[in-house]
Structure formats: C-alpha cells, structure tokens
C-alpha cells in the first residue's frame, strides 16, 4: 500500500468523531464546512510530518475530537448547554480538579472513550510502522498543515463580521462546531483591548455614610433555597434575615448549574453581557486578566480593605490573576485553610464563618470581604443527591447565623449580602436559573421588601445599601 494511500486512511481516522460532534450541535451540511474542518486536519497533517505515522496523527486527532465530544455530550446532558470557546481555558482543571468535572460526565460515554482511546493506541503500537516520505512530500504536508492552521487561527478574513451572530447555536449549526470556537476566538481577540478600555478602573465614586461601613459579600456556592423544589427544608437564619432585609427575593443568572464566573464577574462589575461581548461566557479567561472597574476598587479607592476570601486553589478560573485586576488588595485561598474543618474534602461553611467573625472582631478600619464559598459543590453524594445538596443549604443556612450574630456584635455598621452563583446541577432544579439573594444592614433594618434582581442589579442594589 503507498504511502499516500496511507496517508489518506489515516487522515479518514477522525472522521467518525468529527461528524458526531457536528451531528450534536445539529451543524448544517455548507460551504463553511471545510472551516469546520480546518482545525483537525491541520493537527493531521503537521503531526504526520513529524511523525511520519498516518495511523498515530490520525488517532491522536481522533482522540482529541472524542474528548471535545463526550465533553459537548456531557455538558449538553447535565448543563442544556453546549460547549463555547472560552471552555478551552478551563480543560487544565479538568485534570488538576477531576472531583468538579468527571462525575457529571455520563460513565457509559468515559468508558466508551476509554476503551476506544486503548484501543486506538495498542493497534497503532502494533500495527503500524513508519512512512518513508521524501523530504519533498514532508514539505508539501507542512506547507498544507500550517497554511490550515492560518486559517483556523485568523478565519475572519474569510467573511464579514456581520456574518457571526456571535450566539453559539446559531453559529454552530451555520459553521460547524470547530469553526464557531476558531470564529468567536478571534473575534474575541479583536475587539477585547477596546471593551477592556471602556471598563477601566475610575476613582472612587461612592458617597459613604460616617462611619462607613462594612461589606460582607458572600457568593454562596450553588445557594437557593430547597423549598424551591419541593424540599422540606427551611432556611431559618436566611429567613430570618430575609425579615428585615433591605430588600430580598429571586436572583436571576445567566447559567444553570455552573459558571460561576459569570455571576461573580457581574455582581463585582456592574457590567451587561453587551459590554463584554462574546467574552461574556468567561470574563476570567481573558477580559479580567487586567483592571476593570468594579466595587472593589471604588471602596478601596474610598480607604476600605479588600479582601476575597475562597478555600481553595487560587488557580482555579484563574482567580489569582483576576481577582487582583479586579481591585483586591488580598486574597486568601487555601493555604490560609490548612488547619479548617473540612466535609467531603472542602472547607466548611462553618469554617469560613469562624473566620469572618474573627476578622470583623478584629477590624479598625472599614473593610469589603467577598467570599466565595465551595463545601456545597457538587457531585453531591448518596443515594439521594438532592437531600444531600439540601443539607449543603442547612450549613450555608448555620453560616448565615453566625455572620448575622458577628455583624450586630460590630460597633462598625455591617452590610451583609448573600446570594447564590447558580442552582444546583440536579434534575428537580432544572427549568429555570433564578437563585436566591438578601441584603441586610445591622444598623438600618428593613421591612424584607422583595425585589426580583439580575446579578447587575443586584450590584447597584449594593451600592444603594452602602450609600443609604
């Protein structure tokens, strides 16, 4: 058999999976499919000018296309969401933080890929052995390879903007999955420096009452109250609060069930998906990597402390290069939660509640606490998942108490908010987004007004509170 034969069936190898991904996203049979198809081929290609082994560049390509497959199968399943661009930026911690990714994924589909990635390998290992290509065919595949790799990485000149609907559904099925990432990437790229400059950091612009007070932003991870769902579980400290809010009720975020950054993101900013374009499915992958304005720099500039404090690996969506551009001064992770309770492997809620109170007992000076909790992550455990995420709430629940009891001990006003990034990835909460939220000041009470808010209004009804 020739080599260009050879050639031609390795390259056939990760036909199968790329057709399966585009079957997924319901992608139209166009012209734009050879975008779509640009990517991979040009991984065939450069790898088997390397390589010189059409079955090891044609598996290994196939291999990839799997993971990118059971990936989009698997947040499609779990999530009613398919994969975008800047998810490329979040595969390390799939194998850094295996804990928060695998167990959603579906286990026929991972051990389906399993065994057809061992099998792909003992074949190529046993089967195959190297092409002699002259260095003239070498040449001709690398000039191919990169020119398709050109494409891939700069495809706008082949169309004009106005073409993309920068909606990933739409531009899937018009483009094909791989072109739609190559497409919205690029375009991201371009227009980033001009959204990032519009949305600098500006001085302090907030008008405080004296003293100032304190803000106590707790980002509840996966917080909504369980009788949402027909649970039986009362929330009695947040109802409790709830009663002399400022003002409380339904918050509405834009994803189900996880990325967290984006509700973090505008809660912090204040700002609308329109001014981060198609950056607005993960601020943190690019867009915050450098000073943009938000309340952490306005009460900093206004003399406050500001402090983020989140057990757990800093890294992780890029925190500890985000969370500095976004104006905090510290940021405590979880080396400084060595010594704390731990359930399920993940600091307690009681555990960050014993540390703020600590910290307003020993503050002299105004300051603004985000914390980002994590023991109610899922995958929750047991063969009731949902009462075992329930009794996650019961100990955000007990948090909430303690944070209360600390904040009316405080000499200084405290504003205490909190509010949940997301519902919970389980089936009963699905067919909606809205969480939970409450405002509440210790020296101000309210009458529990209710208000149903989006994360950006919940960032003006903050500065409200502080300013009132």
Not at 61 to 66: F, Y
Not at 168 to 190: E, K, Q, W, Y
Request: glycine share 8%; with cysteine; hydrophobic share 55%.
């Amino acid at each position: 058999m020739g080599a260009l034969t050879l050639a031609l069936i390795g390259a056939l190898l990760p036909l199968p999976v790329w057709l399966w991904l585009r079957w997924q996203v319901a992608a139209r049979f166009s012209a734009w499919i050879m975008l779509d198809a640009a990517p991979w081929l040009a991984g065939y290609l450069l790898l088997l000018c390397v390589t010189a082994r059409p079955w090891l560049s044609g598996g290994v390509v196939a291999g990839a296309l799997l993971f990118i497959s059971i990936a989009e199968f698997a947040k499609r399943a779990r999530l009613r969401d398919g994969l975008v661009f800047t998810d490329g930026g979040l595969l390390w911690q799939v194998f850094v933080h295996p804990r928060f990714y695998l167990p959603f994924v579906p286990w026929p589909a991972l051990v389906l890929g399993i065994i057809t990635g061992i099998s792909l390998v003992i074949a190529i290992l046993v089967l195959e052995a190297g092409l002699a290509l002259p260095l003239a065919m070498r040449l001709i595949i690398l000039f191919l390879g990169t020119a398709l790799l050109g494409i891939t990485l700069r495809p706008l000149f082949l169309l004009p903007r106005a073409e993309i609907q920068c909606d990933p559904a739409v531009d899937a099925a018009r483009f094909g999955p791989l072109a739609c990432f190559a497409l919205h990437a690029r375009l991201a790229a371009t227009e980033r420096a001009a959204r990032q400059a519009r949305h600098a950091p500006a001085p302090a612009v907030l008008r405080l009452a004296d003293p100032a007070p304190h803000l106590l932003l707790l980002q509840l991870e996966s917080f909504c109250d369980p009788r949402r769902f027909g649970l039986a579980q009362p929330l009695q400290r947040k109802d409790l609060l709830a009663q002399t809010a400022l003002t409380q009720g339904s918050l509405a975020v834009s994803a189900f069930g996880a990325n967290t950054m984006r509700t973090e993101f505008a809660v912090l900013t204040g700002l609308e998906d329109a001014a981060l374009g198609l950056d607005r499915f993960n601020p943190y992958f690019r867009f915050a990597r450098q000073p943009i304005g938000s309340l952490a720099w306005e009460l900093r500039g206004a003399g406050y402390e500001t402090l983020c404090l989140h057990p757990f690996d800093s890294r992780f969506f890029g925190r500890d290069k985000v969370l500095p551009a976004l104006g905090f001064a510290r940021f405590d992770a979880a080396p400084a939660f060595q010594q704390a309770e731990r359930i399920r492997g993940l600091v307690s809620d009681a555990a960050i509640a014993q540390r703020l109170v600590a910290d307003l007992a020993a503050a002299t000076s105004p300051g603004f606490w985000y914390v980002i909790t994590v023991a109610a992550h899922g995958p929750w455990q047991g063969d009731d998942p949902a009462r075992a995420w329930a009794e996650c709430m019961a100990a955000s629940d007990a948090m909430l108490g303690e944070v209360m009891r600390a904040a009316k001990a405080c000499p200084r006003p405290v504003v205490v908010v909190a509010f949940g990034d997301h519902r919970p990835a389980l089936p009963m909460a699905q067919g909606g987004k809205e969480t939970d939220y409450v405002i509440w000041r210790s020296d101000r009470p309210g009458d529990g007004r209710a208000e149903n808010l989006n994360a950006v209004g919940l960032h003006r009804a903050i500065r409200d509170a502080m300013q009132g």
